[in-house]
């Protein structure tokens, strides 16, 4: 009997424990490391080096949609061995990013950032290859004095000032009156000013920079409304091939067939396996 009564009597404390050990201890802010097998596949890491992988730092570009720098001196240009010579690198002020210098090598370099190592002379810009990977496609001194920016939302701002915010996080005063949504202005690296404007319309050099076909590169031949869901474009290639990805999923590079920034090697066109095997027997790799 006098068992019962104390176990009915602990009842409610050992609840009100579960309660606030539930909200006590439950992990608090941002997190702030990443395993290796949870990074970005488009990131090309082993999955047997190790266990972590760098986390990006907050920044202008999503963790997933990213390379951190950290990984473009290491893994790519293979500048450093370890993460610590990569941070020893950024801390000496070696690594520019869109003109200007981070010191955090965790920084989050995206689609069309200029990345700069002016002890090597490197001029990088940041592209997607056909098999939807980031690729540092090497540039001229001229070409990395601007970057073209996709303009995500247009508005006017509380002081009446009318703004345009672009894909890489910046906040565009007073934008020319032409500028609408999904258009790409051509940006000067070194003022941050908007020289050219590449409208979004039907004959558009485009990009995919999401989906299925990331690294594609085409003509914009038809754009499809759903009212209530996500609107469909089609793009013809340069070779005749069309495929269709999400309207959010395409940015704008050019009109025609001049874009205003170099490609990198396979100038978007996708390529069939057997197309691919025909091209590696033919070079000896196989």
């Not at 090497?138 to 601007?146: N, V």
Request: net charge positive; aromatic share 6%.
């Amino acid at each position: 009997m006098g068992t019962t009564i104390y176990v009915s009597c602990c009842r409610p404390l050992l609840s009100l424990l579960v309660f606030f050990s539930f909200f006590c201890y439950r992990a608090r802010g941002p997190k702030k490391h990443l395993k290796r097998l949870h990074a970005p596949k488009h990131w090309n890491l082993g999955k047997m080096v190790g266990v972590w992988a760098p986390r990006p730092s907050a920044g202008p570009h999503k963790l997933r949609e990213c390379l951190p720098i950290s990984i473009i001196l290491r893994d790519r240009l293979k500048y450093a061995l370890t993460g610590k010579e990569c941070k020893q690198i950024c801390m000496e002020r070696c690594v520019k990013v869109d003109g200007k210098v981070r010191t955090d090598d965790g920084y989050p370099v995206g689609f069309m950032d200029v990345i700069e190592l002016e002890k090597s002379g490197d001029r990088f810009r940041l592209m997607s290859d056909i098999k939807g990977r980031f690729v540092l496609h090497r540039i001229s001194r001229e070409e990395a004095q601007y970057k073209l920016c996709k303009i995500t939302k247009v508005f006017v701002s509380g002081g009446k000032i009318p703004v345009a915010v672009t894909h890489d996080g910046r906040t565009l005063r007073y934008p020319d009156p032409d500028v609408k949504v999904n258009d790409t202005v051509k940006v000067d690296i070194a003022t941050g000013k908007m020289s050219d404007i590449i409208k979004f319309e039907l004959g558009a050099m485009v990009t995919a920079t999401q989906g299925g076909n990331t690294g594609r590169v085409g003509q914009l031949m038809h754009v499809e409304k759903h009212q209530g869901s996500f609107d469909i474009v089609t793009i013809k290639d340069s070779k005749g091939n069309t495929f269709a990805t999400r309207l959010g999923n395409i940015f704008v590079i050019g009109t025609g067939n001049q874009p205003q920034v170099t490609l990198p090697k396979g100038r978007g066109i996708k390529k069939t396996i057997l197309q691919e095997r025909a091209e590696a027997e033919a070079r000896g790799d196989l």
